[in-house]
């Protein structure tokens, strides 16, 4: 069974710090992904990364960034946290750009 | 523009009450359709991919179809334990990203 991991489930941080959320997957995957999850707005992509070093902005990139230095492991990067980037955030990968998206447990992050 | 549209937003069924969701879609060229189970707090779970009109996947009490505008997952004599929200996600060939629908809660009563 595919094995997503995200390091944290619950998060709470203050506002104008920088956060780093971690993911790692243990199947070999070429492809990872960052999402966000709201009430009533679904799953929205931020970042996604085809290769190692490799990275594409998603539908909602302003205020993240992502760092994918190894294959396994996929890193969301909040510059400087904001009160609306309250949310749970979710990480996905998969074999291929054909193959369904496997998810992680997401890590639900709070900014005070 | 691509839209996913599910409906209902929720649902409430006895025990033993089939019922069906919906997953409207336009995409132009629909690589494929995924519906997912997410139960609270957890991650989405993936059930199924269709790719063409026509195709039907099933998983115990779960039975998922497709047609060129919509798919359907239809759950037949649920149980408790069925209950979750269920989300579909479409595939264009042309981007490749997922696009997910706000997903169907589904809450299913003894």
């Known amino acids: 069974d595919v094995k997503v991991t995200q390091s944290s489930r619950y998060l709470v941080k203050r506002t104008g710090e920088k956060v780093f959320l971690e993911c790692v997957q243990d199947m070999d995957h070429e492809n990872m992904f960052w999402y966000r999850q709201d009430p009533g707005l679904g799953l929205r992509l931020i970042y996604f990364s085809y290769d190692v070093k490799m990275k594409e902005k998603g539908d909602i990139p302003e205020g993240y960034s992502v760092s994918r230095e190894k294959k396994e492991r996929f890193s969301l990067i909040l510059e400087s946290a904001s009160t609306n980037q309250t949310s749970m955030y979710l990480c996905?990968?998969?074999?291929?750009?054909?193959?369904?998206?496997?998810f992680g447990d997401g890590t639900r992050l709070s900014i005070l | 523009e691509d839209q996913v549209t599910q409906s209902p937003e929720a649902l409430r069924l006895q025990e033993g009450e089939s019922s069906s969701l919906n997953c409207s879609y336009t995409?132009?060229?629909?690589?494929?359709l995924f519906w997912y189970r997410q139960d609270p707090g957890k991650g989405p779970e993936f059930l199924f991919t269709?790719?063409?009109a026509g195709e039907e996947k099933e998983k115990e009490r779960l039975k998922a179809t497709l047609t060129k505008k919509e798919s359907f997952l239809h759950i037949t004599a649920p149980k408790p334990e069925d209950s979750a929200t269920y989300l579909c996600?479409?595939?264009?060939?042309?981007?490749?990203?997922?696009?997910f629908g706000a997903g169907t809660q589904v809450v299913v009563t003894p």
């Open positions: 995409v132009s060229g629909l690589r494929g």
């Open positions: 269709l790719y063409s």
């Open positions: 996600a479409v595939q264009a060939e042309r981007w490749g990203k997922f696009q």
């Open positions: 996905a990968s998969s074999l291929n750009r054909v193959e369904p998206q496997h």
